[in-house]
């Protein structure tokens, strides 16, 4: 089943010059991009993406680190597109994250882990909500769907 689910390149990426090299990734596993920009982060934007780890002792730090520099928010649609982008980017923790995977090769720290992605249908359609609107999702073929889907 075709799935758009939600993908941030986190600051630590935008600022390491590694834009490029995570959305190569994405695509050359077919994955389609619908909708993406570069933005500073509101910190209602931040607190309503991170509203699940509200109360707990990182909160403040996350939503200070996620508005330290742009990020990248995409909108990203393929078959099974949360399950493949999730094991695509690998462990949260890098310590724990496969070589291969985007976390794996690239990333610095537990913080500092390169990218964000839903981990649920539910969730891809709350998260594209606080930075996209419907009429902004563009449809389009690849030419190798027929390949990859």
């Not at 939600?6 to 490029?20: A, C, E, H, N, T």
């Not at 190569?24 to 780890?53: C, D, F, N, P, T």
């Not at 291969?100 to 594209?128: P, Y």
Request: hydrophobic share 45%; net charge positive; charged share 25%.
């Amino acid at each position: 089943m075709i799935e758009r689910t939600f993908i941030m390149i986190k600051p630590d990426s935008v600022v390491r010059g590694l834009i490029g090299e995570v959305i190569s990734r994405l695509e050359r596993k077919g994955l389609k991009i619908v909708s993406m920009r570069l933005i500073h982060m509101s910190e209602a934007q931040a607190k309503a993406l991170y509203s699940v780890h509200k109360g707990k002792p990182f909160f403040n730090d996350l939503i200070k680190f996620v508005r330290s520099a742009p990020v990248v928010v995409m909108a990203v649609e393929g078959e099974s597109a949360v399950s493949v982008v999730r094991r695509l980017i690998g462990s949260t923790d890098a310590k724990e994250a496969l070589a291969g995977t985007v976390r794996g090769d690239l990333s610095c720290s537990k913080s500092m882990n390169i990218i964000h992605a839903s981990d649920s249908l539910d969730n891809a359609q709350k998260e594209l909500a606080i930075f996209f609107a419907d009429g902004e999702f563009l449809k389009y073929s690849r030419l190798d769907e027929g390949w990859v889907n």
